[in-house]
Nanobody
Protein backbone atom coordinates (compact mmCIF):
# COMPACT_ATOMS: atom_id res chain seq x y z
CA UNK A 1 0.00 0.00 0.00
CA UNK A 2 2.79 2.41 0.89
CA UNK A 3 6.44 2.33 -0.06
CA UNK A 4 9.28 4.43 1.29
CA UNK A 5 12.37 4.35 -0.88
CA UNK A 6 15.63 5.81 0.43
CA UNK A 7 18.62 6.87 -1.61
CA UNK A 8 21.90 8.73 -1.17
CA UNK A 9 23.87 6.57 1.20
CA UNK A 10 27.47 5.59 0.62
CA UNK A 11 31.07 5.94 1.75
CA UNK A 12 32.38 9.36 2.73
CA UNK A 13 35.49 10.61 4.49
CA UNK A 14 35.30 12.27 7.90
CA UNK A 15 34.31 15.90 7.51
CA UNK A 16 32.46 15.17 4.29
CA UNK A 17 28.81 15.55 3.34
CA UNK A 18 25.98 13.39 2.08
CA UNK A 19 22.33 13.99 1.32
CA UNK A 20 19.75 11.27 1.88
CA UNK A 21 16.37 11.27 0.19
CA UNK A 22 13.22 9.29 0.90
CA UNK A 23 10.17 9.27 -1.33
CA UNK A 24 6.83 7.93 -0.16
CA UNK A 25 4.36 6.50 -2.64
CA UNK A 26 1.10 4.57 -2.63
CA UNK A 27 -2.43 5.14 -1.38
CA UNK A 28 -1.50 8.08 0.80
CA UNK A 29 -4.19 10.37 2.17
CA UNK A 30 -1.98 12.58 4.29
CA UNK A 31 1.53 12.42 5.73
CA UNK A 32 1.96 13.71 9.25
CA UNK A 33 5.58 13.53 10.37
CA UNK A 34 8.54 12.27 8.38
CA UNK A 35 11.87 11.44 9.88
CA UNK A 36 15.19 9.67 9.85
CA UNK A 37 16.43 7.07 12.28
CA UNK A 38 19.70 5.18 12.32
CA UNK A 39 21.07 1.95 13.68
CA UNK A 40 24.76 1.35 14.15
CA UNK A 41 26.18 -2.17 14.52
CA UNK A 42 25.41 -3.55 17.95
CA UNK A 43 23.24 -0.60 18.90
CA UNK A 44 19.55 0.15 19.04
CA UNK A 45 17.78 2.23 16.43
CA UNK A 46 17.76 5.90 17.39
CA UNK A 47 16.06 9.06 16.21
CA UNK A 48 18.19 11.33 14.06
CA UNK A 49 15.72 14.01 12.97
CA UNK A 50 12.01 14.47 12.44
CA UNK A 51 9.92 17.10 10.66
CA UNK A 52 6.22 17.85 10.96
CA UNK A 53 3.84 18.47 8.10
CA UNK A 54 4.77 22.11 8.49
CA UNK A 55 8.30 23.15 9.35
CA UNK A 56 8.74 22.04 12.95
CA UNK A 57 11.90 20.00 13.32
CA UNK A 58 13.57 18.04 16.08
CA UNK A 59 17.12 16.68 16.12
CA UNK A 60 19.17 14.31 18.20
CA UNK A 61 21.74 16.25 20.22
CA UNK A 62 24.53 14.37 18.46
CA UNK A 63 23.62 15.82 15.05
CA UNK A 64 22.44 19.33 15.92
CA UNK A 65 24.26 21.94 13.87
CA UNK A 66 25.53 19.33 11.39
CA UNK A 67 22.39 17.73 9.92
CA UNK A 68 19.37 19.43 8.37
CA UNK A 69 16.04 17.76 7.68
CA UNK A 70 13.61 19.13 5.11
CA UNK A 71 10.64 17.91 3.12
CA UNK A 72 8.84 18.56 -0.13
CA UNK A 73 5.17 17.92 0.55
CA UNK A 74 4.28 18.04 -3.16
CA UNK A 75 6.66 15.14 -3.76
CA UNK A 76 6.03 13.28 -0.48
CA UNK A 77 9.79 13.36 -0.01
CA UNK A 78 12.00 13.99 2.99
CA UNK A 79 15.67 14.87 2.84
CA UNK A 80 18.55 14.73 5.30
CA UNK A 81 21.55 16.91 4.55
CA UNK A 82 24.48 15.61 6.56
CA UNK A 83 27.58 17.78 6.93
CA UNK A 84 30.77 17.45 8.97
CA UNK A 85 30.27 13.72 9.11
CA UNK A 86 32.05 11.73 11.80
CA UNK A 87 32.94 8.05 12.00
CA UNK A 88 30.33 7.67 14.73
CA UNK A 89 27.66 8.65 12.19
CA UNK A 90 28.25 5.32 10.46
CA UNK A 91 24.98 3.42 10.48
CA UNK A 92 22.06 2.21 8.44
CA UNK A 93 19.70 5.15 8.06
CA UNK A 94 15.98 4.45 7.94
CA UNK A 95 13.23 6.71 6.69
CA UNK A 96 9.99 6.86 8.67
CA UNK A 97 6.64 8.35 7.78
CA UNK A 98 3.57 8.61 9.98
CA UNK A 99 0.64 8.80 7.64
CA UNK A 100 -2.95 7.89 6.85
CA UNK A 101 -3.86 5.84 3.80
CA UNK A 102 -6.98 5.58 1.66
CA UNK A 103 -8.56 2.19 1.17
CA UNK A 104 -11.72 1.71 -0.82
CA UNK A 105 -13.03 5.15 0.05
CA UNK A 106 -12.19 4.97 3.73
CA UNK A 107 -9.31 6.65 5.51
CA UNK A 108 -7.16 4.78 7.97
CA UNK A 109 -5.89 5.85 11.34
CA UNK A 110 -2.34 7.20 11.42
CA UNK A 111 0.29 4.49 11.01
CA UNK A 112 4.08 4.29 10.83
CA UNK A 113 5.84 3.06 7.72
CA UNK A 114 9.55 2.39 7.29
CA UNK A 115 11.99 2.25 4.42
CA UNK A 116 14.45 -0.61 4.01
CA UNK A 117 17.41 1.53 5.01
CA UNK A 118 20.50 2.96 3.35
CA UNK A 119 24.03 2.47 4.64
CA UNK A 120 26.18 5.47 5.47
CA UNK A 121 29.83 4.74 6.16
CA UNK A 122 32.15 7.48 7.38
CA UNK A 123 35.74 6.34 7.13
CA UNK A 124 39.10 7.43 5.81
Amino acid sequence: QVQLVESGGGLVQPGGSLMLSCAASGSIFVINTMGWYRQAPGKERELVAVISSGTTTNYADSVKGRFTISRDNAKNTVYLQMNSLKPEDTAVYYCNANLRITNGGSISRSMDFWGKGTLVTVSS
